[in-house]
């Protein structure tokens, strides 16, 4: 049976890729902060942060997995303006302090990378060969990543980053436009809130089923050659278009009277738009979406609208 070691166990993705892995029998191993609430039975737990790399070489020495995911990061774009040094540590350094102790131990290394790492492109959709441009904290840490993904593959190590497009689920924490978007619209048919504060509407970005994105990552981790890969569902759809379909769940035609423009919530700099060519993975390793933007707004709003229901008591 494998052994697997995830980072960022108690992330969304984390927690998703834990459940897929357990399920096929292999044996899961998890780096959690202290005080991390994984909630899922049968991983293996082992505290500490990934920024502390001794300890987390130690953990990886340890385990002597066969596989290493590393989700493990900040995971906001706005929020690393304000921590660049932490992102760099987390994001960057970590990273490269863990391919470097799956190279030791013949692990397989499995970079959750970002579209951050292309910043403002000026090609769309973006593809493996667009150039690496960040354009904030977040996508330059992601970006030395990537690139000692490669470094450390020369040397030897089955490694790939995936560049991972925008991918949601009703496990996206609310600092996130779409659950944002999802759990106040489900507090506004619950009649508990009577609007939603937003950015820029017109913002546009590739947003996927996160269960389908933490499946790429398994045919990555199991694929003969290893390579990088983008990994996107190839529609773009704006932020106004997602608040559309949202309040559509809930019979609202007329939302912009339910939503307001903040201007303190629009970024000083923002990717107009990112979308993601992934024909080489789904060519490569047979990967494809399986759930539509329509699915995958209907699928949050009725789950912030259940959560609502069951933290209500009736009466
Ligand atoms: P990101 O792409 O990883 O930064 O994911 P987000 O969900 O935080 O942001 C996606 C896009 O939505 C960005 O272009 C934001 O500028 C835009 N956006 C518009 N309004 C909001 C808002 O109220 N909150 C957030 N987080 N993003 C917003």
Do not use: C, K
């Given at each position: 049976m494998p052994t697997a070691l995830i980072t960022g166990v108690g992330g969304q993705d984390g927690g998703y890729l834990a459940e897929r892995l357990l399920a096929d029998g292999v044996e899961v191993h998890a780096l959690a902060l202290p005080g991390d609430d994984v909630g899922i039975d049968g991983v293996h737990l082992h505290t500490g942060d990934v920024a502390d790399l001794d300890a987390t070489r130690a953990s990886i020495l340890e385990v002597a997995p066969d596989e290493v995911y590393n989700l493990a990061g900040l995971s906001s774009v706005a929020r690393s303006w304000d921590e660049p040094g932490l992102t760099a540590r987390v994001n960057g350094l970590a990273a490269a302090g863990l391919m470097g102790a799956a190279h030791d131990v013949g692990a397989r290394f499995v970079q959750a990378s970002s579209?951050?790492?292309?910043?403002?492109?000026?090609?769309?959709?973006?593809?493996?060969?667009?150039?690496?441009?960040?354009?904030?904290p977040y996508g330059a840490a992601k970006a030395y990543a990537h690139f000692m993904v490669e470094v450390y593959r020369r040397r030897g190590l089955h490694g790939t980053s995936l560049v991972l497009y925008n991918h949601e689920s009703p496990r996206r924490p609310a600092h996130f436009v779409t659950r944002k978007i999802s759990s106040g619209v489900a507090a506004i048919a619950a009649g508990h809130a009577g609007r939603i504060s937003l950015g820029n509407l017109a913002a546009r970005r590739d947003w996927g089923w996160a269960p389908d994105y933490v499946e790429a990552m398994v045919l990555a981790a199991r694929a003969t050659t290893p390579r990088d890969y983008v990994v996107a569902t190839g529609e773009a759809h704006s932020v106004e278009e997602f608040a559309a379909a949202a309040f559509g769940c809930i019979g609202i035609a007329d939302w912009s009277s339910y939503v307001d423009v903040d201007p303190a919530l629009i970024r000083p700099v923002d990717a107009p738009a990112l979308v993601g060519d992934a024909s080489r993975i789904r060519e490569e390793l047979g990967w494809q979406p399986t759930v539509d933007f329509g699915e995958l707004v209907r699928r949050m709003v009725e789950a912030d609208r259940l959560l609502l229901e069951t933290a209500t008591p009736p009466g």
């Open positions: 579209a951050e790492i292309f910043g403002l492109p000026d090609r769309s959709p973006q593809d493996e060969d667009t150039p690496v441009r960040p354009a904030n």
